[in-house]
């Protein structure tokens, strides 16, 4: 693999300091690449919250490798793997996390990292992938030596992973919470045109209503409302307040009701 990347970016839920060993161990390998972080403020252990920001931030990059790292299997038999895509190449566990944002770049090329290769660059733990396994990888790629530390694999044996899996039943819509950002709203896995063809026009949780509106600016201050975001979903937030604090929204499923 000799294609040339822009960009090495991380996305994860490590927080404190192994990112920065992990940044170590890459230009320590390839000391020419750039170093972007995405996110280490995932939820810790939440897939899908790191599968649906992944999506929705490699795009804004020109061809990049992205290591995404949210890995509550780490040690285990699930796979470490790459996926070279038709502009960017994407790094991780096998857990479905890399999936959405491969399939919307289109698939190409699946590899399996084998791990025994990688430990060589790094050190050898069943701790801490995204330094021993995921850094060399993304590192080697950087350098188009991907094929030293993987081989190939079908496309069909990656686990997949659906982010907009919600469900509509009579007034219900069975969805997920998928984040919440640090102003309190509450970003959901409901897409825009399920709202618009529904053609909803407020929803609940429990007895709140969240009228549904353009901008923030259509209701009062302190006041609950739902908008289509800037991810394209349906996010419930409160006007220059703090939803999940107020409704106590968090991360995971969730019914919302409906009307018209």
Same mark, same amino acid.
């Given at each position: 693999?000799?294609?040339?990347?822009?960009?090495?970016?991380?996305?994860?839920?490590?927080?404190?300091?192994?990112?920065?060993?992990?940044?170590?161990?890459?230009?320590?390998?390839?000391?020419?690449?750039?170093?972007?972080?995405?996110?280490?403020?995932?939820?810790?252990?939440?897939?899908?919250?790191?599968?649906?920001?992944?999506?929705?931030?490699?795009?804004?990059?020109?061809? +990049?490798?992205?290591?995404?790292?949210?890995?509550?299997?780490?040690?285990?038999?699930?796979?470490?793997?790459?996926?070279?895509?038709?502009?960017?190449?994407?790094?991780?566990?096998?857990?479905?996390?890399?999936?959405?944002?491969?399939?919307?770049?289109?698939?190409?090329?699946?590899?399996?990292?084998?791990?025994?290769?990688?430990?060589?660059?790094?050190?050898?733990?069943?701790?801490?992938?995204?330094?021993?396994?995921?850094?060399?990888?993304?590192?080697?790629?950087?350098?188009?030596?991907?094929?030293?530390?993987?081989?190939?694999?079908?496309?069909?044996?990656?686990?997949?992973?659906?982010?907009?899996?919600?469900?509509?039943?009579?007034?219900?819509?069975?969805?997920?919470?998928?984040?919440?950002?640090?102003?309190?709203?509450?970003?959901?896995?409901?897409?825009?045109?399920?709202?618009?063809?529904?053609?909803?026009?407020?929803?609940?949780?429990?007895?709140?209503?969240?009228?549904?509106?353009?901008?923030? +600016?259509?209701?009062?201050?302190?006041?609950?409302?739902?908008?289509?975001?800037?991810?394209?979903?349906?996010?419930?937030?409160?006007?220059?307040?703090?939803?999940?604090?107020?409704?106590?929204?968090?991360?995971?499923?969730?019914?919302?009701?409906?009307?018209?």
């Amino acid at each position: 693999m000799v294609k040339k990347f822009n960009a090495i970016t991380f996305l994860t839920d490590f927080g404190d300091f192994y990112p920065g060993v992990m940044k170590g161990v890459i230009l320590g390998i390839a000391p020419d690449a750039k170093i972007i972080d995405i996110t280490h403020g995932v939820e810790p252990q939440n897939v899908y919250q790191g599968a649906f920001l992944l999506l929705h931030s490699y795009r804004f990059f020109p061809p +990049s490798i992205h290591v995404a790292v949210i890995d509550p299997g780490v040690g285990s038999s699930r796979r470490a793997i790459a996926i070279e895509c038709k502009n960017h190449l994407f790094i991780g566990p096998d857990n479905g996390i890399l999936y959405p944002a491969c399939v919307d770049d289109g698939i190409r090329r699946v590899w399996k990292i084998i791990e025994d290769k990688t430990f060589t660059f790094a050190s050898s733990s069943t701790t801490f992938h995204g330094r021993d396994v995921f850094a060399p990888a993304a590192a080697l790629a950087f350098e188009g030596k991907l094929e030293d530390v993987a081989e190939e694999i079908e496309t069909e044996e990656m686990k997949k992973l659906e982010l907009y899996d919600c469900r509509v039943s009579g007034d219900e819509i069975h969805c997920r919470i998928l984040f919440v950002d640090r102003f309190g709203n509450a970003v959901t896995n409901v897409p825009a045109d399920l709202v618009k063809k529904l053609d909803a026009k407020g929803f609940y949780i429990g007895s709140a209503e969240f009228p549904l509106v353009k901008t923030y +600016s259509c209701v009062e201050e302190g006041e609950p409302l739902a908008l289509i975001g800037s991810f394209d979903t349906l996010e419930l937030s409160v006007r220059n307040g703090d939803a999940s604090r107020t409704y106590d929204l968090k991360s995971g499923k969730v019914v919302l009701k409906w009307r018209k």
